[in-house]
């Protein structure tokens, strides 16, 4: 591609580094730049802004916190990436707020400046008394915690009886197909004979939280 787009200057690029180390380098400064803009945006916004938290483990069993963070900018709403961290020993809220806290210390920011705290159900994040929502609470009562959930979870409750029970008929009919590895291969088979876009379904577990609207979207695009 270099030879064809690039022949004229094909020599001057050969002359430019482009190890691991300098690519690596030039990443890790862009996203230092990015990260740069979005604390300039939140430290001179007048609006307070919002977190929104999710503790997951990996493949390789090492817990990691994901943090984004919700602002006004330029009358939008805007929501960009905050930070990545590993949970290297326990996942309590302790070890959360810590990460949290170092974040704010090392980038001049405060919980004042917090309007509300975002965060699965899990009980690390929201549990009674040992979750990350209650030690935020004790340590800022003006911020508001609550769980990305439960307007799915309302959505589901308050849906007309006909569609509630479509709903529960497709539900069960994807759980059907997942739960054997066998259905699964005929499933795909028949996908791939059918021509359609996807060969696989998202399972629904109400323990992997998984929202039924990916669930029912998945059927919908197969037919």
């Given at each position: 591609?270099?030879?064809?787009?690039?022949?004229?200057?094909?020599?001057?690029?050969?002359?430019?580094?482009?190890?691991?180390?300098?690519?690596?380098d030039?990443?890790?400064?862009?996203?230092?730049?990015?990260?740069?803009?979005?604390?300039?945006?939140?430290?001179?916004?007048?609006?307070?802004?919002?977190?929104?938290?999710?503790?997951?483990t990996?493949?390789?069993?090492?817990?990691?916190?994901?943090?984004?963070?919700?602002?006004?900018?330029?009358?939008?709403?805007?929501?960009?990436?905050?930070?990545?961290?590993p949970?290297?020993?326990?996942?309590?809220?302790?070890?959360?707020q810590k990460?949290?806290?170092n974040?704010?210390?090392d980038?001049?920011?405060?919980?004042?400046?917090v309007?509300?705290?975002?965060?699965?159900?899990?009980?690390?994040?929201l549990?009674?008394?040992?979750?990350?929502?209650?030690?935020?609470k004790?340590?800022?009562?003006?911020?508001?915690?609550?769980?990305?959930?439960?307007?799915?979870a309302?959505?589901?409750?308050t849906?007309?009886?006909?569609?509630?029970?479509?709903?529960?008929?497709?539900?069960?009919?994807?759980?059907?197909?997942?739960t054997?590895?066998l259905?699964q291969r005929?499933?795909?088979?028949?996908?791939?004979?059918?021509?359609?876009?996807?060969?696989?379904?998202?399972?629904?577990?109400?323990?992997?939280r998984?929202?039924?609207?990916?669930?029912?979207?998945?059927?919908c695009?197969?037919?």
């Amino acid at each position: 591609m270099a030879n064809i787009m690039l022949r004229k200057r094909l020599k001057e690029l050969s002359q430019i580094l482009f190890s691991n180390d300098t690519i690596s380098d030039r990443i890790e400064d862009m996203s230092k730049d990015i990260l740069a803009q979005v604390v300039a945006d939140l430290i001179s916004n007048k609006a307070k802004f919002s977190l929104q938290l999710d503790e997951t483990t990996d493949i390789s069993n090492l817990s990691q916190l994901t943090v984004f963070v919700r602002y006004v900018k330029d009358d939008v709403m805007t929501e960009d990436f905050s930070f990545h961290k590993p949970l290297t020993t326990t996942t309590k809220a302790a070890n959360v707020q810590k990460l949290v806290d170092n974040f704010f210390k090392d980038n001049s920011l405060s919980r004042d400046m917090v309007s509300a705290v975002c965060s699965d159900g899990a009980p690390v994040m929201l549990g009674r008394k040992p979750g990350f929502g209650a030690v935020v609470k004790a340590d800022a009562p003006h911020i508001v915690t609550y769980c990305i959930l439960y307007r799915h979870a309302l959505a589901t409750k308050t849906l007309p009886p006909k569609l509630a029970e479509v709903l529960k008929i497709v539900v069960e009919c994807v759980n059907y197909v997942q739960t054997s590895a066998l259905r699964q291969r005929i499933f795909s088979k028949l996908c791939k004979e059918m021509g359609s876009e996807f060969e696989v379904l998202l399972y629904h577990s109400n323990i992997r939280r998984l929202f039924r609207e990916q669930v029912v979207l998945l059927p919908c695009v197969c037919n």
